[in-house]
């Protein structure tokens, strides 16, 4: 496909998808792709909220290829029902930008049955994923957003299942689990070179943060005050323009090798295993597993 954007007809320039695209972070990362002149479809729940934003980002950056599509990553159905209406678009994918995310302060099951953080952060972001991929171009990004918190927690022996919820444990654990299941993917995305990297944004001013008060006050103990949310944008930036896969963002320069997290291979390939059960089931017909 041709994925040159200034000389192909714009109903054939592959689009860059932005999950959560009207939260703090989400929208500074669709302004950039926007003032970069990039076809942006902006994948988020609100509706209202995201065409408002579309036409806001179309006036203020110039950029008429700006959509929206209805996302919530609360069940595989309506991952599904996204995707299909993305495929209905007839557009090739250049990169998908994984930064919708949540972190609830109490338990609730999925329609699916599984813990709401997991099945948002981490099982529903991996169909989407894996669905979309064969609608991407050669060469496209698919990129996963992790966090420092992965580093307090290990993944017990019945995840995805969650048997003592907490707040924080079962974010970590949702990020960990994306952050272990991306090497998977880098490998078997390699075959279309399709590179696949996560970003760290940081412990950075952010909606999530700002509704938890807890989270507020570590954070002003530890790093006070805390850096804008456009210092958390530069990872994602440099994993869109970068030919790397199989990496881990950080800040202006960092970048590690996402293998590195990975402690211990039978837990490692028991994610894989079970994840992989788990998607096939949900996958559409037409997508690669």
Partial sequence: MNTDNHTSPESARALYVVTGATDNMGSLIARRLAEQGKPLLLACRNMDK???????LKTTTRNSDIQCLQLDLGSFDQVNDFVAR??????????????????????????????????????STVLLSMAVYPLMTEGGR?????????????????FPAVSHFTQIGAYAQSKLAL??????????????????????????K???????????????????PLPDPEAGVIPTLRALESNDTGFIFEGRDKQTKTSTVLKNRDVFIKLCNDTMRIIKKHLPADAEA
């Fill in 50 to 56: 995201a065409q408002h934003f579309a036409d806001k």
């Fill in 86 to 123: 993305l495929k209905a678009l007839g557009r090739p994918v250049a990169a998908l930008v994984n930064n919708a995310g949540t972190l609830p302060r109490h338990s609730r099951l999925s329609p699916d049955g599984y813990e709401h953080t997991i099945q948002v952060n981490f099982l």
């Fill in 142 to 158: 698919i990129i996963l957003s992790t966090s420092i918190s992965r580093r307090l927690v290990s993944l017990p022996y019945e």
């Fill in 179 to 204: 952050t272990l299941f991306s090497i998977y993917m880098s490998t078997v995305m390699k075959t279309r070179r399709v590179n696949v990297n996560c970003v760290n944004p940081g412990v950075i």
């Fill in 206 to 224: 952010t909606g999530v943060l700002a509704l938890h008060r807890w989270l507020d006050r570590a954070a002003d103990y530890f790093v006070n």
